[in-house]
């Protein structure tokens, strides 16, 4: 049992799809495995140090539209690492409240 309080202000979502990123080290695509208004955690075995500037690409409303979004490695693990949003989504894409919001009603 995980006594640990969550201390993200915003809901995650689970997600498994394809992120195109750039960070020092080069460009890569892999998966997502969730995403809130204020983040995003990626499925790698890449090396990713925490700290480093991101850019990131990736369907958040539509598939056919691909939003770039900057961010912060946060944490970096074994299989993947986590990335707060410089801004959250919802501030940057016009329909991305109304899309959280029906994915938090339906799950």
């Not at 690409?57 to 490695?73: E, K, L, Q, W």
Request: glycine share 8%.
């Amino acid at each position: 049992m995980n006594t640990k309080p969550d201390l993200r202000r915003h809901p995650r979502h689970t997600a498994l799809y394809s992120a195109k990123y750039t960070v020092k080290s080069g460009t890569y695509r892999d998966l997502i495995g969730n995403v809130s208004a204020g983040g995003i955690y990626i499925y790698t075995r890449r090396r990713i140090k925490n700290g480093q500037k991101i850019s990131l690409r990736f369907p958040i409303v539509a598939f056919d539209r691909r939003t770039s979004i900057i961010g912060t490695v946060v944490r970096s693990q074994d299989r993947g690492f986590a990335v707060m949003f410089d801004h959250p989504i919802e501030e940057r894409i016009p329909g991305a409240a109304r899309y959280h919001a029906s994915l938090t009603a339906a799950g």
